[in-house]
């Protein structure tokens, strides 16, 4: 699956690099792998120590590796110091979806006669752009996809095939979305009158920073009054969902599973594990880690790594633990009144 | 993105709740946000005793209050006893997707011969109505959204784009489906025969009440024999799983990421949190409410809040806890035997 | 709803089965039921103890069950050892969808012209195949799916309606894919370079063996180099999200809501509850079954069942037990200290 639709060269990498060369820069090479893997077509990166032991061994056309690796390989080397940052760099030389964008929109794409398409825009089969759109140069629309009325998106943003954008989304550049993601769903507001529930309006909208990606069947709701806000460079995973009027600050990472109730706002910088949950109306601070699976139902107002929950273990064990759960605040009140008994003997 | 397309004047706001107003009542307002946002052309609300302080400084056209706060309000007044009713209530006329329905098929949408349509159906762009299919009055069928082979749709339900309602659905009036949602999906059903599985045709269907609303990327299977069932008035959030053959009572509301198991019956007025799971085949009774992220593994019957898990905290002070967990029958056993001996001496 | 659009004997039945069947084989049945519910035109089933006591009394054209149990069966019997997997079996006769499959492809589906179409393929309204695609015999692709570039498809497989297999995607034999799910998504791969991320161009895909189904809303992720597997007979569930390079064994079960992070191998035969999260880069062996909601951070290397978290009680008393999980290892330490104190008397 590592192919590219034009030949690249070693050169060609390690020009995307910026860094010098001195094997046979002219060598094609085919793809990106792992140490162990790789073939004499394909580059090798060496990012995590774990790996090292395979570096003697390797078979690759040239490593990406830390200088103080250096003299350890066997074959070419491209030496930088954040070799991970520098494979992240050329993997995009070597994604096949780039070459396969063909400007234009496509026959059976629907498109509003007031939307207004920038240079180089893509918009694939059975896509469909309603009224007041803009869709900035070099956006791709793929096939299946839905923008609603009156929503922009940003230059050389990509929504992948079946994607939707509801109305009055603002969508900034660069910006990814993946298949089955839905950004600008109403949130969940309803005021109850006693017997039953009422609808509230979401009248607010959603708004998606520069280099923000979304991941599969992830929801963004849209707020009930202002918007939600996603701020630039947050990246979140698959089957994430964010409620409306909720913001998240620059450069945070969200990984699968997470879920963020009404209002909460998220500083920058921060990483919320996979299956995180976030009660609503919480601040949390710049700088916060939360371990997978937590449950935060407070503010957290320092930086640092939180958690809650307990970790596996063998069900007959569990049981026995789990049972004594419910009779933890016994144990402590016994335990006060033996200590309290043992001072006053 | 508050804004309607047709000029909304005081008295209309007015006359839709039935309050009486002595304010200039032909002002034309534009939408609805917070006391502290609100701007002269906006209506404010006070349904939260925390915002009071921000009504003596409000620009709002007019505030919508409780009668005991009228006399604090520094603008024409709307006063009601459930402010946060009236909010829910007023919100609608300001929703823009409703100015923007045009009865009418898509030339793009696919409509079986034999589908039966109501007065003023909308069918948006590449939409699909599979045979057998009958939509009620005033239907809108968003863009990309199928609705499965003998499925009916009840008056005044609006499917968003790309919603999928599989085939043998019924779906009664005033239901709201977000985009991205599932209605009536394979059950997960299969029997093993000591070396593999086997699939278990899902032969139910799924049956949603009047006035539900499933959020986005949501997915509701359908049973293996009966059928699953949705009271009315049911509130469901986005990434929200129900399982084949559950039942869900009247004017329950379940947030996001809940996920239900096969077979089990909740309730009337319940609501679960965030993340809530429940294993399969429980019976929850009528107004039970589950906190956030709690697993329930056990029948309740009991009205009431039910709870599990703990919160986060600091991860260095979390990892001490947590690994006493996997020794707290050992620690209740020696906490009993203490105990013993102290009472022996 | 269980109902098919052609007549089905008692006669067909007993043939599917491979039984012997001495009643009436010719009267029509019109589907399945419990045996409680069951008709004089349904087949029913006992495969469970539980409901042993609703033989008796059964109106059901005929009961399938275990010999030991057919003296007391009141109408004609279809004896099997697994009443369970017979019932699986006799199920497909009845799946109405099965009937409606017309070959061809549908006026508005598009088809790229280098894509290979098997005999019998169904191609429903707007779905899109692109170029490169094979899909193998009687392969149906529901109205609206997407199925991306280079991607191949085996024979029998089914992907209903608004599915997306995005580019590259390797998908076995008789699988199902159930709407809304996205099989090859983007991996969540980013580098830091301290001040935020870059994407790592996910460029492996994702392989699916075959007999494999995937849920409602399910997300399974592409590989970053290499492919994320998932062996043959792999059933996943509803609103499941497997991360990049994950692997799954033969036969393994993986129920609603289950989040597998990036890298996890899980063996075969095993069982995920309900919302179980697993961490990145861990090996669960062979016939491992981890009970809903845990979650699982350490490498599991023997069979077996395990478990985590603490069921849901009453909110008061959970209030006061959760507090003391924050004081646990406080109160182990004065447990051991109360000990020492008493041992030393």
């Given at each position: 699956?590592?192919?590219?639709s034009?030949?690249i060269t070693l050169a060609d990498?390690?020009?995307?690099?910026?860094?010098a060369f001195?094997g046979?820069?002219s060598?094609?090479?085919?793809g990106l792998a792992?140490l162990?893997?790789?073939?004499?077509?394909?580059?090798?990166?060496l990012?995590n120590?774990?790996?090292?032991?395979?570096?003697?061994s390797?078979r690759a056309a040239?490593?990406?590796?830390h200088?103080?690796?250096g003299?350890?390989?066997p074959?070419?080397?491209l030496e930088?110091?954040?070799?991970?940052l520098?494979?992240?760099?050329i993997s995009?030389?070597?994604?096949?979806l780039?070459?396969r964008?063909?400007p234009?929109?496509h026959d059976?794409?629907?498109?509003?006669e007031d939307?207004?398409?920038?240079?180089?825009?893509?918009?694939?089969?059975?896509?469909v752009?309603?009224?007041?759109?803009?869709l900035?140069a070099?956006?791709v629309?793929?096939?299946?996809?839905?923008?609603g009325a009156?929503?922009?998106?940003?230059?050389g943003?990509?929504l992948?095939a079946?994607?939707?954008v509801?109305h009055?989304v603002?969508?900034?550049?660069?910006?990814v979305l993946?298949?089955?993601?839905?950004i600008?769903?109403?949130?969940f507001g309803?005021?109850h009158?006693?017997?039953?529930?009422?609808?509230?309006a979401?009248?607010?909208g959603?708004?998606?920073?520069d280099?923000?990606?979304?991941?599969?069947?992830?929801?963004?709701?849209?707020g009930a009054?202002?918007d939600?806000?996603?701020g630039?460079?947050?990246?979140?995973?698959s089957?994430?969902?964010i409620?409306?009027?909720?913001?998240?600050?620059d450069?945070?990472?969200?990984?699968g599973?997470?879920?963020?109730?009404?209002s909460?706002?998220?500083?920058k910088?921060?990483?919320?594990?996979g299956?995180v949950?976030?009660s609503?109306?919480?601040?949390i601070?710049?700088?916060?880690?939360?371990t997978g699976?937590?449950l935060v139902?407070?503010?957290?107002?320092?930086p640092?790594?939180?958690?809650?929950?307990?970790?596996?273990?063998?069900?007959?064990?569990?049981r026995?633990?789990?049972v004594r759960f419910k009779?933890?605040d016994?144990?402590?009140?016994?335990l006060?009144?033996?200590?309290?008994?043992?001072?006053s003997e």
């Open positions: 699956m590592t192919h590219a034009h030949p990498i390690a020009r995307h690099l910026d860094i001195d046979d820069a060598r094609p090479i085919r792992t162990k893997e790789a073939g004499p077509d394909q580059v090798a990166f990012a120590r774990a790996y090292l032991k395979d570096l003697a390797t040239a490593v990406l590796l200088p103080e690796h003299k350890n390989c074959v070419p080397r930088t110091e954040n070799p991970y520098g494979y992240a760099r995009q030389l070597f994604d096949p780039r070459a964008d063909v234009g929109v059976t794409a629907v498109v509003a939307a207004v398409l920038g240079e180089g825009v893509v918009i694939q089969a059975n896509a752009i309603e009224s007041g759109v803009t900035g070099h956006v629309v793929g096939a299946g996809s839905v923008v009156d929503s922009s998106i940003g230059d943003s990509r992948h079946n994607v939707t509801c009055g603002v969508i900034g550049k660069r910006v993946q298949s089955g993601c839905v600008g769903g109403d949130g309803f005021a009158d006693g017997a039953g529930w009422h609808k509230i979401q009248l607010g959603v708004v998606l920073g280099d923000v990606e979304v991941g599969s069947c992830s929801s963004i709701d849209r009054l202002g939600t806000l996603i630039c460079d947050v990246k979140i995973d089957q994430v969902q409620a409306h009027n909720v913001t998240i600050g450069h945070s990472a969200l990984a599973c997470v879920g963020i109730a009404g909460t706002r998220v500083g910088h921060c990483m919320l594990g299956g949950g976030l609503g109306h919480l601040t601070c710049d700088g916060v880690q939360v699976m937590s139902t407070n503010s957290i107002l320092e640092g790594v939180y958690s809650s929950g307990t970790g596996a273990m063998n069900n007959t064990q569990w026995k633990n789990a009779q933890l016994d144990i402590a009140k016994r006060n009144k033996l200590e309290k008994n043992s001072r």
